[in-house]
């Protein structure tokens, strides 16, 4: 007899290595683990300076700094500004080992939900041009790019601008 296929198997690895993503507001205690993680988007920076980056906006927007939690651990943030109907993406990164799980989606969907409540007609992205790999999830979501800046991160960091209209 020819060996069968358990349609079942490949269901059941799926359960059982999905776990639940919570995303919540950033708190003070998780810079740490954020300045870490800042550091896949902004490759250019040092983890010491950034981590103060991230708390300043942490401090200037809390209720546009989020984290995604898996198993009480911190394995992404976003984080945006709002400046009255634009509001800019600061950052937006999930670790190398939790990313394709639709965690990025999450954060971006939980960022844009609240800046549209906050009457946020345009949304951009600054993404570092070594991180251009990001750009496909972005038009995902319908940014677009609008264009680029020379040395917009510092001498040889430029950024690839992306927009999106709120509707």
């Known amino acids: 007899m020819k060996n069968k296929i358990n349609w079942l198997q490949p269901f059941e690895l799926v359960r059982h290595t999905m776990t639940r993503i919570t995303i919540r ?39 546009l700094s989020f984290v995604a939690v898996e198993k009480g651990k911190v394995v992404g943030y976003a984080q945006a500004d709002v400046r009255n109907s634009l509001s800019v993406l600061e950052d937006i990164a999930v670790a190398n080992d939790h990313q394709g ?26 993404v570092h041009h070594s991180c251009s790999s990001a750009i496909p999830f972005y038009y995902k979501y319908g940014f677009r790019i609008s264009g680029c800046a020379q040395d917009y991160f510092g001498v040889e960091h430029d950024a690839i601008i992306l927009k ?3 509707r």
């Open 101 to 126: 799980r639709g965690i990025g989606k999450l954060l971006l969907e939980k960022e844009l939900t609240v800046l549209k409540s906050k009457g946020v007609k345009i949304v951009l992205a600054e």
């Open 164 to 166: 999106l209209v709120l």
């Open 25 to 63: 507001r950033m708190v003070e205690s998780d810079l740490n683990v954020v300045s870490e993680l800042a550091l896949l988007a902004n490759p250019h920076a040092t983890r010491e300076v950034y981590r103060k980056h991230v708390s300043d906006e942490l401090e200037e927007n809390p209720d």
